[in-house]
C-alpha cells in the first residue's frame, strides 16, 4: 500500500508561479510512472504531464513549455513546476503512481487557482 499527498496549491495571479509537491509513503524507485492529473466540475481528469522510472516525460499540448515535472527518489518525492499560469490551469491537482493496472494510487488532491 502506497499514500501520496500533495501539496502546493493555493491562489495566484495570471502569469505567476506555483510548485506542486507529491510525497509518497514508499519508495518510488520501482513504479513505472509517476503523474500529475488535474479536474474541474466541467471536465473529466485528463493528464497534464507524466514521468517514466527511466525518466523520460510527456505533457499535454496546453502545458508544454510551461511546466515541468520532476522526482527525487531519494525523498520519494514528485514535483510540477507551473510557470505562466493561466485561469483556465483552474482545476483540483491530483499526484498518480502507476506500477501494474492492480497497483495504482492517487493523491487526494490540491486546489490551483488562477485569477485574471
Known amino acids: 500500500q502506497v499514500q501520496l499527498v500533495e501539496s502546493g496549491g493555493g491562489l495566484v495571479q495570471a502569469g505567476g508561479s506555483l510548485r506542486l509537491s507529491c510525497a509518497a509513503s514508499g519508495s518510488i524507485s520501482s513504479s513505472q510512472s509517476m503523474g500529475w492529473f488535474r479536474q474541474t466540475p466541467g471536465m473529466q481528469r485528463s493528464l497534464v504531464a507524466l514521468?517514466?522510472?527511466?525518466?523520460?516525460?510527456n505533457y499535454a499540448a496546453s502545458v508544454k513549455d510551461r511546466f515541468t515535472i520532476s522526482r527525487d527518489n531519494a525523498k520519494n518525492t514528485m514535483y510540477l513546476q507551473m510557470n505562466s499560469l493561466k485561469p483556465e490551469d483552474t482545476a483540483v491537482y491530483f499526484c498518480?503512481?502507476?506500477?501494474?493496472?492492480?497497483?495504482?494510487?492517487w493523491g487526494q488532491g490540491t486546489q490551483v487557482t488562477v485569477s485574471s
Open positions: 498518480n503512481l502507476y506500477r501494474a493496472p492492480w497497483e495504482v494510487y
Open positions: 514521468i517514466t522510472s527511466g525518466g523520460s516525460t
